[in-house]
T-cell receptor
Framework: GENVEQHPSTLSVQEGDSAVIKCTYS??????FPWYKQELGKRPQLIID?????GEKKDQRIAVTLNKTAKHFSLHITETQPEDSAVYFC????????FGAGTRLTVKP | GAGVSQSPRYKVTKRGQDVALRCDPI?????LYWYRQALGQGPEFLTY????????KSGLPNDRFSAERPEGSISTLTIQRTEQRDSAMYRC???????????FGSGTRLTVV
């Protein structure tokens, strides 16, 4: 089955800096790659996703890139703000969805 | 409904008891998924359904765990003879179909004492 690895497990940045989280996946048939943000005590919320026929997608301060050949994808957050602090999960789907272990992002004011 | 609804929100049960966790997906969503999430960890896949058909149950830890979705809407995850290691947040998610992202429910926090 699919195996998703996520790095780093924790990330601390200064407000205004960029943050990058990277994931790799094992199943070359996976074709959908979402990112979820989970704040403490809340449910994971979808923030951006990308499909396998696209290499990059951007939504305001958030962008995701996908390299299907290398089987890795990344989340980029620019101009980080304290409210970006949360745990971020990547996921990959062929049939069911498998999640990475998460990255705890802390944005220091 | 407007969102994915799970009940109960919290469940405390004694070791050895059976529990049933309920998930009511967004109306019209074909796919329904069950995950287990330990504190500080990513969601761990358990099983999923398209309509009433269970497509994959490879993530169920052992045969004490079972799930059903008899009419293709509400789903129940049942854990028999609960053990302390079953304590976790159990999350349900649904999507329109295989081509869409998930919407997660608020989860059921299960504590086995």
């Amino acid at each position: 089955g699919e195996n998703v690895e996520q790095h780093p497990s924790t990330l601390s940045v200064q407000e205004g800096d960029s943050a990058v989280i990277k994931c790799t996946y094992s199943d070359s048939a996976s074709n959908y790659f979402p990112w979820y943000k989970q704040e403490l005590g809340k449910r994971p919320q979808l923030i951006i996703d990308i499909r396998s026929n696209v290499g990059e997608k951007k939504d305001q301060r958030i962008a995701v890139t996908l390299n299907k050949t290398a089987k890795h994808f990344s989340l980029h957050i620019t101009e980080t703000q304290p409210e970006d602090s949360a745990v971020y999960f990547c996921a990959a789907r062929h049939n069911d969805m498998r999640f990475g272990a998460g990255t705890r992002l802390t944005v220091k004011p | 409904g407007a969102g994915v609804s799970q009940s109960p929100r919290y469940k405390v049960t004694k070791r050895g008891q059976d529990v049933a966790l309920r998930c009511d997906p967004i109306s019209g969503h074909v796919s329904l998924y069950w995950y287990r999430q330990a504190l500080g960890q990513g969601p761990e896949f358990l099983t999923y359904f398209n309509y009433e058909a269970q497509q994959d149950k490879s993530g169920l830890p052992n045969d004490r765990f079972s799930a059903e979705r008899p009419e293709g809407s509400i789903s129940t995850l049942t854990i028999q003879r609960t053990e302390q290691r079953d304590s976790a947040m159990y999350r349900c998610a649904s999507s329109k179909d295989m081509n869409y992202g998930y919407t997660f429910g608020s989860g059921t926090r299960l504590t086995v004492v």
